[in-house]
T-cell receptor, first 115, second 109 residues
Framework: ETGVTQSPTHLIKTRGQQVTLRCSSQ?????VSWYQQALGQGPQFIFQ???????GRGNFPPRFSGLQFPNYSSELNVNALELDDSALYLC??????????????FGPGTRLLVL | AQRVTQPEKLLSVFKGAPVELKCNYS??????LFWYVQYSRQRLQLLLR??SRESIKGFTADLNKGETSFHLKKPFAQEEDSAMYYC???????????FGAGTRLAVHP
């Protein structure tokens, strides 16, 4: 059984650019959540996808968007990058759907630096 | 507002000493609380959840609704317990987690 994987591991961008981060969910999982973890902080919920539909969203602006594909892998897109977007971006997958009690399994993260 | 507070950024103890990592929450409703752990160079992973009422690696946590707390305890710390610990609250009708800022536990020989 393969765990959650994320790519790339590190990324450097400049202000105003756009970035796409990728996540492959654990085998058998159809729900993917994305979190942003700023330095010295806990992860902060961005949004969740369940069976290719956005299932919930945290307090992030619309320039943070996502996709989930039929194989349940997911992308996080951030447009018009700002310095404050520099963070570790975590993807977590879980086996169930809405309102589930399922454990979330985290990937290793993508560290984004915006200059 | 839904919030998780971990008041200590760093907790430093000697091997064999008792450990208590504090977690307080703010939530209107029936909370579901978790402790996640991140060991050096490893990914974030679930340590325990309050509904399971189990002990994992010697750690326990009891939900105290009166004090809105979910402190993590271990009677005798081991060096391998050194890690970053995050308390989290499941919020909403879907699987969204609200995390505290984390506490780094350092266990010295």
């Amino acid at each position: 059984e393969t765990g959650v994987t994320q790519s790339p591991t590190h990324l450097i961008k400049t202000r105003g650019q756009q970035v796409t981060l990728r996540c492959s969910s654990q085998s058998g999982h159809n729900t993917v959540s994305w979190y942003q973890q700023a330095l010295g902080q806990g992860p902060q919920f961005i949004f969740q996808y369940y069976r290719e539909e956005e299932n919930g969203r945290g307090n992030f602006p619309p320039r943070f968007s996502g996709l989930q594909f039929p194989n349940y892998s997911s992308e996080l897109n951030v447009n018009a990058l700002e310095l404050d977007d520099s963070a570790l971006y975590l993807c977590a997958s879980s086996p169930g759907g809405t309102g589930g009690q399922e454990t979330q399994y985290f990937g290793p993260g993508t560290r984004l630096l915006v200059l | 507002a839904q919030r998780v507070t971990q008041p200590e950024k760093l907790l430093s103890v000697f091997k064999g000493a008792p450990v208590e990592l504090k977690c307080n929450y703010s939530y209107s409703g029936s909370p579901e609380l978790f402790w996640y752990v991140q060991y050096s160079r490893q990914r974030l992973q679930l340590l325990l959840r309050h509904i399971s009422r189990e002990s994992i690696k010697g750690f326990t946590a009891d939900l105290n609704k009166g004090e809105t707390s979910f402190h993590l305890k271990k009677p005798f710390a081991q060096e391998e317990d050194s890690a970053m610990y995050y308390c989290a609250l499941r919020s909403g009708g879907y699987n969204k987690l609200i995390f505290g800022a984390g506490t780094r536990l350092a266990v010295h020989p």
